[in-house]
Structures are given as C-alpha cells and as structure tokens.
C-alpha cells in the first residue's frame, strides 16, 4: 500500500495503547470514567474538536460509533451485511485505518480507539470517503473485546505500534502480554489472523517471546517462524500494511520495523 498521512497512528505514547489487565472499578460504570478505566495504562492526549469536527461527530457517530459498554456488538446488523469482521485496536487518527477498509471492501472493519480528536479525523474520512465498512468503538482494547466481542467471532486483529513503555518499571503496563495474547486468541476463529507491528527493538522481542508461546497460536510470517510467501496467499486478512507518513520518516532514519503474524490453530 501507498503511503498515508497518519502521524499520530504511532508516534508517541497516546490514549488508544492500553495495558492488558481490567481494572475494576473502571467497570461501575458505563459512561465517563470507563472510557479512560486504567489512567495509569496509557497517556491520555487533550483536544478539542473543531466545528468541523463536532458537526461531523454530532451527525455521524451516532450511526457508525459506540463507547465501551456490556453490550455485545451484532456486527452484522450494524453493518447491515454480513461479512468476515476484523478488529484495530488503536486507529489513532485513522487514515491507515481507512486505507485498509477501502483496500478491503469485502470485510468489516471495527476500529477500537480512546483519543476522540483522533477518532473525529476518521470520522470526517469515514464521510468524505463514502467509506461504509468500518465502525468504531471509543473505550479500553482490553474492555471492548472481554465484553462485546464474541467468542470466534473474528477473522482478524490488527494490533499497530503500541505504546512500547520503554521504561522497565513501566513493561507491565504494554497492552501485549501473556492475557492480551490469550484473549485476542479466544476472540479468533480457527484460521483466524492477528497481525502486530512495531518499530521498538525491546518490545519487539517482547512480543515475540510472549506471542510464540500462546498454544493456540502458529507462526504465519518468516518473523514468527512461518511462510510469508505461502500464508499471505491462504490467509483470510491481507498481510500488507499502509505505511504512514510518520512511519516512512522513521524508515528513512534508519529505524526497523518488525512485523508478527500470527494464525489461529484448529483444535
């Protein structure tokens, strides 16, 4: 894919990379506080929306967006379709998100994201675009998937640059560990796909540590001992990622990226 104008979707720690553990008392209540239910797991961004912004998000969200809540998510009856469904967790300003839905018309698309500014970026695309394949849900990763996502109800989770937490005191609070990788897991049908990528050396070997030990899960990309060349052509999800304008600067400065894919065994 061509490169996207997303500077936000990856380049500092922000709101929409979470930890992996609930926390309970962000569960007493639906509204407010469960949108931010683990203050310490992720910096929250301030922004207030333009006009612009608030017309489109008065006008729109309220048919293509929901915040975390206890109700299980009929993906196709909101999307009006049936379709294979895949979840982003952290869609930042969203124009990869959309270049990913417009890329892959036959599959629906729900974005998982915290930061509202960001959210009414992909909002005004969503509009400008006439894009009709994604949906989103403002809360906790974490949250949305324990709660609204149904067991193998998935085809695919995209998981792009979180917030590594580069200070040792503060690993414990990356979104990738042992439950995230078991819950995403569950969350997968049988052949189904979770696709993660980052640009930080020390998560990287993280996630890679952690994800090779999650039973239900097989290596799909040579990174994770699999066939890049065979799998990306049986895989139901694309294997190929927009690179952002952000992404593409760090490219040029010489920083790697690493990429994990992941596929869900059949028991």
């Known amino acids: 894919m061509d490169d996207v104008n997303d500077a936000a979707n990856h380049a500092e720690p922000t709101s929409h990379k979470l930890s992996e553990m609930p926390d ?16 310490t797991s992720f910096r929250t961004r301030r922004g207030a929306l333009t ?7 008065d006008k729109t969200w309220p048919v293509i967006g929901r915040n975390v809540s206890n109700d299980p998510v009929d993906a196709d009856a909101w999307f009006g379709r049936e379709a294979p469904l895949v979840i982003e967790i952290g869609t930042g300003t969203g124009t990869a998100t959309a270049a990913m839905a417009k890329a892959e018309p036959h ?10 500014p960001g959210l009414a970026q992909l909002v005004q695309q969503i509009e400008r675009d006439e894009i009709d394949n994604i949906r989103l849900l403002r809360g906790d990763a974490v949250d949305v998937l324990e709660n609204m996502v149904a067991p193998e109800s998935l085809i695919g989770v995209r998981v792009f640059f979180p917030d590594p937490w580069p200070k ?13 990788f078991a819950l995403i897991a569950s969350r997968l049908k049988p052949g189904g796909v979770l696709h993660v990528a980052t640009d930080h050396a020390d998560y990287a070997e993280h996630i890679l540590e952690v994800g090779s030990k ?4 097989t290596g799909l990309n040579d990174t994770t ?27 040029r400065a010489g920083s790697a990226i690493n990429e994990f894919i992941w596929g869900k065994i059949d028991r």
């Open 51 to 57: 006009s612009n912004q608030q017309a489109s998000w």
């Open 225 to 251: 001992g699999g066939d890049s060349a065979a799998n990306r052509t049986t895989a139901p999800i694309g294997f190929e990622r927009p690179v952002t304008k952000f992404e593409g600067k760090g490219l």
């Open 107 to 116: 599959l629906n698309l729900i974005g998982i994201e915290v930061y509202q």
């Open 168 to 180: 040792a005191r503060h690993h414990k609070r990356r979104l990738l560990q042992a439950p995230t």
């Open 214 to 217: 999650e039973p239900l899960f």
């Open 24 to 39: 309970d008392a962000g569960r007493r209540s639906l509204t407010g506080s469960r949108l931010y239910p683990r203050v």
